[in-house]
């Protein structure tokens, strides 16, 4: 939920979306809310603060922390980091700006942390 503006310590449990219930997901390793499809993942070769990160193109509960330009491996990029809607832990950052003409192709997309998500495959192991 990128328009979101909501303060990292107000509690958004209630608002969790539960949704992609037939879908491979990524979900928050605290909490467990569902935080983007598998299909919208573009990279895992991407690092985060705390290791390796993935590079999503869309992603549910999650809200957003103040922006700021953040120096990363790749240059000056204005980001805000992004929070768990189910638990306000920090999953990484969403990718407002980045000043490389070869970096905006991470415009609009979010960093998430490999260790903060579970992959939820969804296979039914009865049919």
């Not at 990128?2 to 107000?10: D, I, L």
């Not at 390793?29 to 919208?40: K, R, S, Y």
């Amino acid at each position: 939920m990128a328009g979101q503006s909501t303060s990292s310590t107000t509690d958004t449990k209630a608002k969790v979306i539960t949704t992609f219930l037939e879908q491979p997901t990524f979900s928050c390793a605290q909490c467990a809310a569902t935080i983007a499809l598998q299909d919208e993942l573009i990279s895992k070769a991407f690092s985060g603060r705390d290791g390796r990160g993935y590079l999503i193109n869309s992603a549910v509960n999650l809200k957003m922390g103040k922006r700021e330009d953040r120096a990363l491996l790749t240059g000056v990029h204005t980001v805000a980091d992004v929070f768990c809607m189910g638990c306000n832990d920090r999953m990484g950052w969403y990718y407002y700006k980045a000043s490389d003409n070869s970096q905006k192709y991470k415009e609009g997309k979010y960093l998430l942390e490999r260790e903060k998500l579970v992959k939820e495959n969804k296979w039914n192991l009865e049919d």
